[in-house]
């Protein structure tokens, strides 16, 4: 990207001032990903679903596999245009068609994700009101009204300020650490155990179950690209803000995970299937810790739900800019925002709302955590196509970069990944905690395959009907400028390497 | 060139474009708005000839001198800095852009501040058109000309402008079609490919301001 060859200089000054660091950018992926989110409503649904007590084990495998995966992931995320999504990757490295069949396929996993979380809003909300101030309301009422509030503040501009993002998440992180020493201070009978640490816990049948929940929580770390043009110094900061907010996040996971376990012992999954499960976590340490994590943990779902619904906003944005959706998804308000995507998202989020509702799902078994799984498992595709797609795209340039980092890796990741989202759909039934062959573990993997399909299909039809929308797939906004260029450098011929050495 | 209700200027023109004649409002955010002022200010001096992009970087050449002081100021700092990428130098002078086309409008007595009485909760100031006409003629003028096919590369490079930052003016109604089909869009602004760094300088204000939505980073 750009080098800044005169750091004194009065521009590259001005330039710096307004360009985010590594902890901006750190503090960025750490809304999206939601840490008190992930330990407070994730894990012990987690434990109470798959009746499995290897969910810290999971945690740190699906670190490595994603560290793994992010080493060819960063590498080709300097290289390529629009580079925060993952449907970009795919396209430029497996071809159009599979990079729009990626594309649908992420617009489906990450609305998922997001109306998923009013599952666990609503029920929250209306626990909280009842225990503290007596109002009695059920579920859906609060869940809509967290729905009008994220529909509202979608659509007007919410400045997304990097030092109240990084209060926030730096305090969730910190509350998240007390709880788990917490925990860990009073074991259960059984004492400190370290076994459910440890990978030879996992078994293979609940595997694929407890991997997708892990994935599930990391959901988020992939955003740092998005960042590239803003970032102080793109080849240094996104790297480094990727591996180290996996890091961090995995250690306070498989630590949360850990010290629920330890905490209740052989009672965590029998705790966690109870009425108690939605304050397990907050239970380890009584008092104004509990108290303050508990009120916490609320608009931590609020933000959760908000930053996913503003990311599949300028998810659907990118594409409707790019005609693979309508072209009205690609418009922007006269503030900037992404006003007829993020007003889609929102009307998914109220049918997905309603629907539960009409059907009496429950709305954390079925609506967050079905809907959160099989976003997680979505996710899963994605990471394995991305991974993939990069070894692929290395394929053509070994001068480029190191043998680790755009083969072995990458290959070794794709491996991995796809082994995980094939022990995941062999498993749907443990995911969902339901009877094998139920309806549900045909569905809910299955949209994904339709998805994929009609996102070919479609990009075969952009081929042949509008070949310049079709010849702009996956490069985001600079589309035209990759165009440019590239007839540009047709003509004068300065190779990218020559340009990179001679700044 | 310079009609009797006509700026003359890249910049102006999509200043006056880009606020709204009733509400005085910007019709794009800041950050957007910026780009695209900074954009137009590149713009100015390559229609004149007297920078290049080459290789993704601005490079001054000699071309006709500038016209107005700013374009002067402008080029001054793109002298002192060479060889800088074209997206450093669209943040770089967007974060002033504003304040310096619309300082430059007011000494032409085009358009007057009116400062915000509600400064405590962050109100923006709002600039003025003194003439209501003379304001709305940019994009009327605009939309006229590329509709006709008589647009000459000022008009075709306010397209352009009003295409990358996503502008949604009701006057380019009309011309909707080809703001929103990229095969038309290219077709109409085929003539600006005759002047090298012109199409070039869009598409990377096309990109930043990409980068400025799906960052978040539009205020």
């Known amino acids: ?503 | 060139m310079t009609g009797l209700r006509r700026t003359g200027q890249l910049a102006d023109d999509f200043f006056l474009m880009v606020h709204d004649d009733l509400s005085h409002r910007p019709r794009l955010s800041s950050r957007i708005l910026g780009l695209g002022l900074a954009g137009a200010l590149l713009g100015e001096l390559a229609l004149l000839g007297t920078i290049d992009v080459w290789d993704g970087t601005v490079v001054v050449t000699t071309g006709r001198p500038p016209q107005t002081a700013l374009a002067d100021e402008v080029l001054h700092e793109l002298e002192d800095e060479p060889r800088l990428a074209v997206g450093d130098w669209l943040d770089y002078l967007g974060q002033q852009a504003v304040q310096r086309v619309a300082g430059r409008l007011e000494a032409q007595g085009l358009v007057r501040l009116r400062s915000s009485r509600l400064k405590v909760l962050r109100a923006a100031d709002r600039w003025l058109p003194v003439d209501v006409i003379t304001a709305g003629w940019p994009a009327i003028d605009v939309k006229l000309k590329v509709f006709n096919g008589r647009a000459d590369s000022h008009h075709l490079m306010l397209l352009g402008l009003a295409r990358a930052t996503a502008l949604n003016h009701p006057s380019l109604w009309e011309v909707r079609d080809r703001l929103q089909d990229p095969a038309v869009l290219e077709q109409t602004l085929e003539p600006l490919g005759q002047r090298p760094p012109l199409l070039e300088l869009l598409a990377h204000i096309e990109a930043a301001v990409g980068s400025a939505v799906t960052s978040q980073r539009i205020g």
Request: charged letters at 10%.
């Open chain 1, 1 to 503: 990207m750009s080098t800044r060859s005169r750091s004194t200089s009065k521009v590259s000054a001005a330039l710096a001032r307004n360009r985010l660091g590594i902890p901006a950018v750190m503090f960025f992926i750490l809304a999206g990903v939601a840490p008190l989110t992930v330990t407070a409503g994730v894990v012990p649904t987690a434990y109470a679903a798959t009746g499995l007590t290897s969910v810290p084990a999971a945690f740190l495998v699906v670190a490595a596999v994603l560290a793994v995966f992010a080493v060819g992931y960063v590498a080709m995320a300097q290289r390529i245009p629009n580079a925060g999504a993952f449907y970009a990757f795919i396209a430029q490295g497996l071809g159009r068609p599979a990079g729009v069949g990626g594309a649908l396929v992420a617009v489906v996993a990450y609305n998922l994700l997001q109306v998923g979380l009013y599952g666990m809003i609503g029920p929250s909300l209306a626990s909280f009101a009842a225990d503290n101030f007596n109002v009695n309301a059920p579920w859906g009422v609060w869940a809509l009204g967290a729905w009008a509030a994220v529909t509202v503040l979608g659509l007007i501009r919410v400045d997304l300020s990097g030092r109240l993002l990084g209060v926030l998440s730096t305090v969730e992180l910190l509350l998240t650490v007390a709880l788990t020493v917490a925990g860990l201070a009073h074991p259960a009978a059984s004492g400190i155990r370290a076994a459910s640490l440890s990978p030879t816990s996992l078994h293979l049948a609940g595997l694929g179950a407890v991997l997708a929940v892990a994935v599930l929580g990391f959901t988020g770390f992939e955003q740092a690209p998005v960042f590239s043009e803003e970032a102080r110094n793109p080849g240094r900061t996104i790297p480094l803000a990727t591996f180290v907010s996996l890091g961090l996040i995995a250690v306070v996971y498989a630590g949360a995970a850990w010290a629920l376990n330890v905490h209740y012992g052989d009672q965590a999954v029998a705790v966690a299937q109870g009425p108690g499960s939605a304050t397990m976590l907050f239970s380890m340490a009584p008092g104004l810790l509990a108290s303050s994590a508990r009120t916490l943990f609320l608009t931590s779902l609020l933000a959760a739900a908000l930053a996913f619904h503003t990311a599949v906003g300028r998810y659907m944005w990118a594409l409707g800019r790019e005609r693979v959706l309508p072209a009205v998804m690609g418009t922007t308000g006269s503030n900037g925002v992404p006003r007829a995507a993020s007003a889609v998202q929102s009307v998914l989020g109220a049918v997905a709302i309603l629907l539960a509702l009409a059907l009496h799902w429950d709305p954390v078994g079925q609506l967050f955590f079905w809907g959160g799984t099989t976003g997680g498992f979505g996710i899963l595709l994605l990471l394995a196509a991305t991974s993939a797609a990069v070894v692929k795209y290395f394929a053509g340039m070994p001068q480029e970069e190191t043998l680790w980092r755009r083969l072995v890796a990458p290959a070794a990741s794709t491996l991995l990944l796809a082994v995980m989202a094939w022990l995941c759909f062999d498993h749907y039934d443990v995911l969902l905690n339901v009877p094998a062959g139920s309806l549900a573990t045909t569905v809910l993997p299955g949209s994904f395959v339709l998805a994929a399909a009609i996102g070919v299909a479609w990009a075969l039809v952009l081929r042949s009907r509008q070949p310049e929308a079709y010849e702009a797939i996956g490069l985001g906004g600079a589309a035209v400028l990759a165009r440019r260029t590239a007839t540009a450098s047709a003509v004068s011929a300065p190779s990218t390497v020559a340009r990179g050495t001679a700044r």
